[in-house]
């Protein structure tokens, strides 16, 4: 029931998915192991959406109307258990059809019984036509991708989003890689994160937690801080900081880091993030495109406001409530955020500019765009040696570009990009 409302909140109200299950009232009264059932049923439905919502169309001869939405819900969610769940086929069509009647929806149940039971009888003869990895992803990114990366590539992208991720963490201590993972029973990435498979527990019930020895980052999202390459004694700023992750990378590396965040709520995260691993930031709560420092920093991390296409994997609601105009917006954003960056930063500085999205509109054109108005800045090519000597990762131009199927037979990466340039005058 509560899976279904937060499914609703997703795709009609059009909120997160960590938004609507984090303030659903209803979730706070449960235990820690039925949130976590809640949210994998949620998740399961997200994550498959392209798929479910092909065989429910594949299977019924006009659209459910918009006042039967409820039941259309309740209807992926009894899907989502036969196909991808493996729940066994009757527990999901009596537990479902029994939703239908809870949910005030008992006019429906015919339908979501036949339904269903067409499903268990066609799975393997109609519904084997559709085309998986195609119904996986939203037209317009589907064009935008297969433009931009190529049509092989762009299925690999979608293959790799049907698999949940691992968690990965960030060491505060680079050299304790072995003796963490050890501890942790993970994986060291050729990047040098450390990662967990098949972690359903609680993240502060981990080894080295209490202990501030890593917080949790994927491993795409550590690498545009390393990007800044030696940082011990440099101010420098991290733009748009919370919760965190980048500054902690920067101060334990040792650099005077100054947080910045337009949002106070979010940079309390960030204090209380870097409180519990032990490190030192300065944090400003202003927005990045108005705030003066008093003095130039001598090197910049810009993790702009993006659309977080590159993050469908940790957030697969993101597909489905992101469109082309958002993305205009962004662009907007973006290029004001780069010239404030240019205006703080000294000359001799580095700026790196990334962003969680896998639109060029918002990675390499908004460079292009910005070294041709600010002849100051030039590129400075960023070498495969510096991610784990994983050439894929690097464009012709010298920029960072990681795929969600990157790296896949290990569980691939978010979808990252990042351009390092230099003020020369
Ligand atoms: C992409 S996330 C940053 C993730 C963070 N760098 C990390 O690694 O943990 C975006 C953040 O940018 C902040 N933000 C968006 N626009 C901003 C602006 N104009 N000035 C400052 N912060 C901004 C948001 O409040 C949000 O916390």
Known sequence: MLAVEVIGQVLRRRRPLDDAFATHQGLRGLDARDRAFVRALASAVLRHLGYIDAVIAKLVREPIKARDAVAEDILRLGIAQLLVLETPPHAAVSATVALTVALNMAHMTGFVNALLRRVIDEQETVLAEIDRTRVAI???????????????ATQAIAASLRGEAALDLTLKDPATTDEWAQKLGAVVLPTGSLRVHDNHGRIDALPGFHEGAWWVQDAGAALPAKLLGPVTGMRVADLCAAPGGKTMQLAAAGAKVTA????????????????????VAETVADDAAFYRPPRPFDAILLDAPCSA????????????????????????????????????????????????SLEPEEGPERITRFLARDRRFIRVPIRAAEVGGLTEMITPQGDLRTLPSHLAELGGIDGFYAARLRRVS
């Open 138 to 152: 939203p037209d317009w990114l589907w064009k935008s991708w297969v433009g931009t990366y190529g049509e092989p």
């Open 309 to 356: 296409t590159g993050t469908a994997r940790r957030h697969p609601d993101v597909l489905w409530l992101k469109q082309q105009g958002d993305i205009d917006a962004m662009v907007l954003a973006q290029d004001r955020l780069l010239d404030a960056a240019a205006r703080m930063l000294t000359t001799g500085g580095t700026l790196v500019y990334c962003v969680c």
């Open 260 to 279: 910045l965040d337009r949002s106070a709520g979010r940079l309390r995260r960030v204090s209380e993030n870097l409180a519990r691993v032990g490190l």
